[in-house]
């Protein structure tokens, strides 16, 4: 096998959007300030990983950390590859904790609802600390949305929920409870967050792989950024 060129390297808004619509089950880039890395291999773009603020302004609060200390890995959006995605998820955590000293916390959640059980973050060594209350979801238009999502849209239509569900364009999605993984960034925030580990999830069903013949998505898209 010929040896693969992977580069890993600040990626656009549009590279990110359209790796997001194309390559993970959410369809959707998130909203808010967005780190976004990419990932090319051969010269192909081949996804992003991005991190933000996530759903949570409060994120960061029980582990002691503002909202400028801690972050959330939003998005691994990634279509067919070589390079084990640990490597590549490593990578651009190392790129963003260089270019952001303050940020002393990563925080991930994996969907039990999309088969996750986080075998990526158990690859890089990701602290394991349970998992998250239920909170129910929803279809907005098409399109999964949380309900801190959905409150904005009521906020800007100034059409409220009530007349969304009869419109039959909103509708509830009860989820069950995600896992929670944690990575912090200096020795210290390890050893503060270290005592809430607990032992990994098995697999159920494993929808993102470091095998790229067992990719949930097809071949390198030939419509696909080239570059960032």
Not at 20 to 27: A, G, P, T, V
Not at 179 to 197: S, V
Request: positive net charge; glycine residues 8%; aromatic residues 8%.
């Amino acid at each position: 096998m010929s040896k693969t060129d992977l580069r890993i390297d600040w990626a656009t808004h549009d590279a990110a959007k359209y790796a997001c619509q194309n390559w993970h089950y959410s369809k959707c880039l998130p909203a808010g300030k967005l780190v976004k890395v990419g990932a090319w291999e051969n010269g192909k773009f081949i996804g992003v990983v991005i991190f933000g603020r996530g759903t949570s302004p409060q994120l960061g609060v029980k582990y002691g950390l503002d909202q400028t200390q801690c972050i959330e890995l939003v998005r691994v959006a990634l279509t067919k590859h070589i390079s084990p995605v640990s490597r590549i998820m490593a990578i651009a955590i190392r790129m963003l904790s260089s270019s952001n000293k303050g940020i002393r916390l990563v925080v991930s959640f994996a969907s039990q609802d999309e088969g996750h059980h986080g075998g990526i973050y158990q690859a890089t060594n990701w602290i394991y600390s349970g998992t998250t209350m239920p909170q129910d979801e929803f279809l907005f238009k098409g399109k999964r949305a949380t309900d801190r999502q959905v409150s904005q849209f009521v906020k800007d239509t100034r059409i409220g929920r009530q007349e969304w569900e009869r419109r039959g364009v909103l509708f509830r999605l009860p989820t069950t409870p995600k896992h929670r993984y944690l990575m912090p960034l200096d020795d210290e925030m390890r050893k503060r967050i270290l005592p809430l580990a607990k032992p990994y999830p098995k697999r159920v069903q494993q929808a993102m792989t470091e095998n790229p013949s067992e990719q949930r998505r097809g071949s390198t898209d030939p419509h696909a950024p080239k570059d960032s």
